[in-house]
């Protein structure tokens, strides 16, 4: 079993990428990417990968105690300095420290900083109202104007606070990962995450990504602990109940999925991991626990997602073919489902309006990359039959993305980041698993990774009529 990450990946990871992107340039050389948008791509694949081979070798001196103490501190300092430069670099591009085109960013700082100006909960709670925001964005809304009462309308504050947040997501990841796959890959897993870009950019952004997805986080580590632990007490009980409640304010789907996940594996879950009249006690504790916090609006919105789900997404890829890229209507959940665990594929190519996505280019190789590993490792719990051990973390991971599947933002990166940290654990175990004999098979997903980037480029311009 591999302890770390092996240079033999990595090396041929940054190779790969800087191939793809030449050609992709020399293909559509009138559309290539800016050089600065290269530079946000180039370091964040070179930093990922190379430190992940160090550190997952150089970390392995420290003890259990010392270990989740160095991951939080060094995983909080990259995020503080990517806050910062990322912060004027805002201002010197935009003049806003806000992303490009940033009307959700500018919008929930407005609404946050509602409840400093107003001085009154109920007169926040009315205006709420008045700007239609609905029970699954609430929460963020919230969040933010306690966030604005306590450290001010200026927005570096509450991003500090994100990368606190971050940070000890990284902590819980291992803390998850060490539980279902030993000491090695969560040390794997946890250092995956803490050099993994994209957890960086929502640090540097107000948006609820970062939020959502240390709830997403939480949820399944303190489940899973509960789950694996020999004695039943209330705080194990209660803990998840609450970050469900929780959720319903930041996506009404992914509450929905964490209560589909938490029940499966009560009822999937192997016999050696639960007795079954534990099985039986925590279904009906958990049952009653949603029937009575479970307000009516909650199930409406639950109910309303499910219904729509399929009209929602043509009409979401019909607009979306209307306003630009005329191949978006062939769009449809069985186009998405083979690669939902590989998309969204890499924005290499200048689009006029798509900087956000131009810059997180690299950061969206990096996730096809390992992708690869994500697979191996569910094929192999499946093969082994070893995924009724795992039966929560898969259903929270596979249950979201087959939700996105069937909705019209499957390729959205922004939609893919609540779960890409349970990703990166399940690649972490497909790391360790691997032997000379699967290196070829390394090979021959790099080269496809870089097909399918050369044809998503494509698909981009010719789309819009540029190719």
């Known amino acids: 079993m591999l302890t770390y990450f092996p240079r033999f990946f990595s090396s041929r990871a940054i190779i790969c990428y800087v191939v793809t992107l030449a050609l ?13 948008f290269m530079l946000f791509g180039f370091v964040p694949v070179v930093v990922f990968f190379t ?10 001196r420290y003890g259990e105690f010392l270990f989740p103490k160095k991951l939080f501190s060094t995983a909080l300092t990259i995020r503080l300095l990517y806050v910062i430069f990322i912060y004027f670099y805002y201002i010197e591009m935009t003049g806003l420290p806000h992303m490009y085109y940033a009307g959700d960013e500018m919008f929930y700082e407005y609404i946050g ?12 709670v009315e205006l709420l109202k008045a700007y239609n925001v609905d029970l699954s964005d609430s929460g963020y809304c919230w969040w933010l104007a306690f966030e604005n009462l306590i450290m001010g309308t200026h927005p570096l504050p509450y991003r500090f606070v994100k990368c606190v947040i971050d940070a000890f997501s990284c902590v819980l990841i291992y803390n998850l990962a060490k539980r279902n796959f030993g000491e090695s890959t969560g040390r794997m897993a946890a250092i995956f995450c803490m050099l993994m870009p994209n957890m960086w950019y929502y640090c540097g952004i107000t948006l609820k990504e970062t939020e959502m997805t240390f709830l997403v986080i939480l949820f399944t580590e303190r489940a899973d602990f509960a789950l694996h632990s020999p004695k039943i007490t209330f705080s194990n009980i209660i803990l998840p109940g609450i970050v469900i409640l929780v959720m319903f304010t930041f996506r009404t789907a992914l509450a929905a999925v964490m209560i589909a996940a938490l ?15 534990k099985k039986v006690l925590y279904v009906s504790i958990f049952a009653i626990w949603m029937f009575l916090t479970m307000g009516a609006e909650m199930v409406e919105e639950a109910q309303q997602l499910w219904a729509g789900r399929t ?24 186009v998405f489902a083979p690669f939902i665990f590989t998309i969204p ?8 309006g798509q900087e956000n996505q131009m810059m997180m280019n690299g950061a969206n190789f990096i996730k096809n990359i390992m992708s690869g590993f994500t697979i191996f490792a569910v094929i192999l719990l499946l093969v082994r039959r070893d995924w009724r051990k795992h039966v929560l973390t898969l259903a929270v991971m596979c249950g979201y993305l087959v939700v996105l599947v069937f909705s019209n933002f499957a390729h959205s990166e922004r939609f893919h980041f609540p779960v890409l940290a349970l990703e990166l654990m399940f690649a972490a175990y497909g790391v360790s698993q691997v032997t000379n004999k699967h290196k070829r098979w390394f090979t021959m997903w790099l080269i496809g990774m870089c097909v399918a980037n050369l044809v998503w480029a494509w698909i981009k311009l010719a789309g819009r009529g540029m190719a």
């Open 263 to 277: 029940a499966g594996s009560l009822i999937l879950s192997s016999g050696k991991q639960m007795q079954s009249w």
């Open 311 to 334: 009209e929602n997404q043509s009409v979401g890829y019909e607009w979306r073919a209307q306003q630009g890229n005329t191949f978006a209507k062939y769009a449809s959940a069985s």
């Open 24 to 36: 992709v340039s020399a293909m559509f050389i009138n559309y290539a990417l800016p050089f600065q």
């Open 51 to 60: 430190y992940s081979t160090q550190l997952t070798k150089d970390w392995q």
């Open 113 to 124: 900083a509602l409840l400093r100006e107003e001085g009154s909960i109920r007169r926040f």
């Open 345 to 352: 594929f890499s924005s290499m190519v200048y689009v006029d």
